[in-house]
């Protein structure tokens, strides 16, 4: 099984990132740049002009598709993941083809933030489902991993 991790980049160091995204699985990674001056173009991301931003969940899931994936994860500009979220994320999904979704708590300033609507998750690819970010769209499992996995700046 293999999966699409998507990252909007604001600051980050892409080498970084992919230390953070390193995982047991096949995955794919791709990198947004949503800067105004493209400054990431360099580092192989994907510029994304100013009118498309609001697009990029679902240039993520295009993305996916393209690469023949068949999951996916999308990190906003505002979160931070951490070291070992793609594995616990996505683990549960490839040992168990019922589970279709997995998310987990997240962090703002140090402070563990619960919500029933998560900042990003794991997806398995639904054909039949029309919104992908609509976790109430799925026909699986919906797993909750009681960890914080990533930080959100606000």
Do not use: W
Not at 21 to 33: G, L, N, P, R
Not at 87 to 114: A, G, M, Q, R
């Amino acid at each position: 099984m293999k999966l699409l991790i998507a990252k909007e980049l604001e600051d980050n160091n892409t080498n970084e990132l992919l230390e953070v995204f390193k995982s047991e699985y096949e995955t794919e990674v791709v990198f947004f740049d949503t800067s105004l001056d493209n400054r990431f173009v360099d580092t192989g991301a994907i510029a994304v002009d100013y009118e498309d931003r609001e697009q990029l969940p679902s240039l993520s899931l295009k993305e996916s598709m393209s690469k023949s994936c068949e999951a996916f994860i999308f990190f906003p500009k505002n979160c931070d993941p951490k070291s070992g979220v793609i594995d616990k994320l996505f683990k549960p999904i490839v040992e168990d083809k019922n589970v279709t979704v997995t998310h987990s708590d997240y962090s703002i300033d140090d402070v563990i933030v619960i919500k029933s609507r998560p900042v990003c998750f794991c997806r398995r690819i639904e054909p039949d489902v029309g919104d992908q970010y609509d976790l109430e769209q799925t026909k699986g499992i919906v797993k909750y991993i009681p960890l914080s996995l990533y930080n959100v700046r606000l």
